[in-house]
């Protein structure tokens, strides 16, 4: 037996020694020293020696286990340099050459408008005021003088969840929030944008999803003088010192007087072209003084109380301001058309 250990140790060894690969090595050492390897086989038949040769047969046996798994440890540690030295050589990187740029976002360009109509009304005093989406038939139309069956209704056709909930129409519903809770007791002066959903044919200038901020200011002598002050301001901020201002009578149930504005046409400058139809002016947003109704059941006493409110869509102002001609490009998250305005 011990002739056929050291016999066992050569022939590991040699195979060792001449073996390139790790794979290989493995398997080496599984058929030596595995459950069912050559030296666990070898070591099974020491049952039959007599009590003298066992410990000495032993002793060789741990002796060539060591030699055997120490050659094998050194060569896997030569092959693992080896191969490492190899990827190394593969992979080398050129330092002279030039880095990959990052691709940096940036904000949407609705949200920058958005962020830009929030930075002027602020700096007028306005508070920025937020509400559900989903909301209820109550706060979307009846607290805005809209009760049921009124024809006026059929101007916003609406995305009902239920009799009673429905995703909200405009953000008017906001501002009835806010009034109620201030209980008729102080002004309000509030913006509110967001999200707003209205059962409508997808185009190049209708979205059933779309952007709207609506502007409230309740106070005490609040007149229409104010309100167009307020607009002229922000239709200068927004689309140059030059532009002019116009308002026309209109209809809005929650507002009395209304009023829709119009700008003077930036490419014609009021003379007349194809962008304005040959008017001079270009239709940017709705208005007008709160209606007593409103007021009233808001808990606001309407002899004592009065104020305006707007309505402006910045889809529409972005596509007036940088001349886009379709508002679904909004949507289709085209990194092209998005990358445009990452300084807007």
């Known amino acids: 037996m011990k002739e056929e250990l ?5 022939e590991a060894l040699a195979k060792v020694k001449q073996t390139e690969k790790l794979k290989a090595l493995q398997e080496i050492r599984v058929a030596y020293l595995g459950k069912k390897g050559s030296l666990t086989g070898v070591l099974r038949g020491m049952g039959k020696l007599s009590k003298e040769e066992r410990p000495v047969v032993g002793e060789i046996a741990n002796r060539v286990r060591e030699t055997i798994t120490s050659a094998l440890d050194d060569k896997s540690a030569e092959l693992n340099e080896q191969e490492l030295e190899e990827q190394l050589a593969n992979e080398s990187i050129d330092v002279t050459l030039p880095g990959r740029s990052v691709q940096v976002g940036g904000p949407h360009l609705l949200t920058s408008i958005v962020e830009e109509i929030e930075d002027l009304f602020v700096g007028l005093g306005f ?7 989903v909301e209820t038939d109550y706060f979307n139309f009846e607290a805005l003088n809209l009760p049921k ?5 059929d101007m916003q056709d609406s995305f009902y969840l239920t009799n009673e909930l429905l995703l909200r129409t405009h953000t008017s519903p906001v501002q009835a929030r806010t009034m109620q809770s201030l209980e008729g007791s102080e002004p309000v002066k509030m913006i509110c944008p967001g999200k ?14 779309f952007t709207q901020i609506e502007g409230l200011y309740v106070d005490k002598n609040v007149r229409m003088s104010d309100l167009k002050g307020i607009l002229d301001v922000f239709a200068k901020k927004m689309f140059g010192d030059e532009r002019e201002i116009r ?15 119009d700008i003077s046409c930036k ?11 040959q008017t001079g002016w270009i ?10 109704k409103v007021l009233e059941m808001a808990g606001y006493d309407s002899s004592v109380y009065s104020g305006f409110a707007f309505g402006m869509g910045p889809e529409r102002i972005a596509m007036l301001k940088y001349g886009i001609d379709d508002i679904r490009q909004f949507y289709t998250n085209d990194k092209r058309f998005l990358k445009q305005y990452h300084q807007a």
Do not use: W
Request: net charge negative; glycine share 8%.
């Open 267 to 277: 490419v014609c400058g009021g003379k007349g072209c194809s962008v304005c139809k």
């Open 283 to 292: 239709e940017i947003l709705g208005a007008g003084m709160v209606h007593p």
């Open 247 to 261: 308002l026309r009578p209109s209809f809005f149930p929650f507002t009395e007087p209304s009023v829709e504005m």
């Open 196 to 209: 707003v959903y209205r059962r409508d044919t997808d185009d190049a200038t209708h979205s059933h999803q």
């Open 149 to 153: 069956n009124h024809p006026a209704r």
């Open 6 to 10: 050291e016999t066992l140790q050569q």
């Open 127 to 133: 508070e920025i005021k937020e509400g559900p989406e």
